[in-house]
Structure formats: C-alpha cells, structure tokens
C-alpha cells in the first residue's frame, strides 16, 4: 500500500537506518489507519471523499458540525 521506496528515502535523507522490520511495522501502521479513516467515512455517511469531507477521515468531526 506504500512505495517502501520513498519511506526508506525519507529516513535515509533524515540519516536515519531502517531495519526490516521497522519497514513492515510502518506498512502495519498505514494500513490500520487507513482502514480507520475508510471507516469513518462510512460511519459519517461520506459517499465521496473530498478536500471538503477529508476532515472527516481524519476524526476531526467539530469541523463537520461547525459547517452543518
């Protein structure tokens, strides 16, 4: 789910060695929390994430509620 390319790249130019399995606790980590913002999506009734609805996948629903 994640160009483990560009996440060694990030760390290498922040001079910072990854083990094996720190790149797959990383991989892990992204998809738990993609799976929990899709979620949110759904339990928001979110059809179509949007810049204006990704606030919700996010967990920050005060925002939501200031629009409605």
Do not use: P, W
């Not at 979620?39 to 009734?45: A, P, S």
């Amino acid at each position: 789910m994640i160009q483990v390319t560009k996440v060694k790249k990030v760390f290498h130019d922040a001079g910072v060695q990854l083990s094996a399995n720190a790149i797959n606790i990383i991989k892990d980590d992204i998809s738990r929390q993609i799976r929990l913002m899709a979620k949110r999506c759904k339990n928001g009734n979110v059809k179509r994430l949007s810049t204006s609805t990704y606030h919700i996948a996010m967990g920050r629903y005060e925002q939501y509620l200031k629009e409605k």
